[in-house]
């Protein structure tokens, strides 16, 4: 896969530190990107099954309440 950089230029007000903009702002698509391959890998995934056989299996082994 290539990469492409681009430039992006925020005005922001002078009070606002801008070397911390600039960690606030990488973290936040760091973030998004993450939040974006979970869903994807979340497609098709029967969350409720996965739920009842969790259940199943703290019942078989007495773990109550161990959420």
Same mark, same amino acid.
Do not use: A
């Given at each position: 896969?290539?990469?492409?950089?681009?430039?992006?230029?925020?005005?922001?007000?002078? $009070?606002?530190?801008?070397?911390?903009? &600039?960690?606030?702002?990488?973290?936040?698509?760091?973030?998004?990107?993450?939040?974006?391959?979970?869903?994807?890998?979340?497609?098709? =995934?029967? =969350?409720? &099954?996965?739920? &009842?056989?969790?259940?199943?299996?703290?019942?078989? $082994?007495?773990?109550?309440? $161990?959420?």
């Amino acid at each position: 896969m290539t990469t492409k950089t681009i430039t992006l230029t925020f005005e922001i007000p002078e $009070f606002i530190d801008k070397n911390k903009f &600039k960690k606030e702002l990488e973290n936040f698509i760091k973030k998004k990107i993450l939040e974006e391959k979970f869903y994807k890998l979340m497609e098709g =995934v029967d =969350v409720e &099954k996965i739920e &009842k056989e969790c259940e199943e299996f703290r019942k078989k $082994f007495k773990l109550r309440n $161990f959420d």
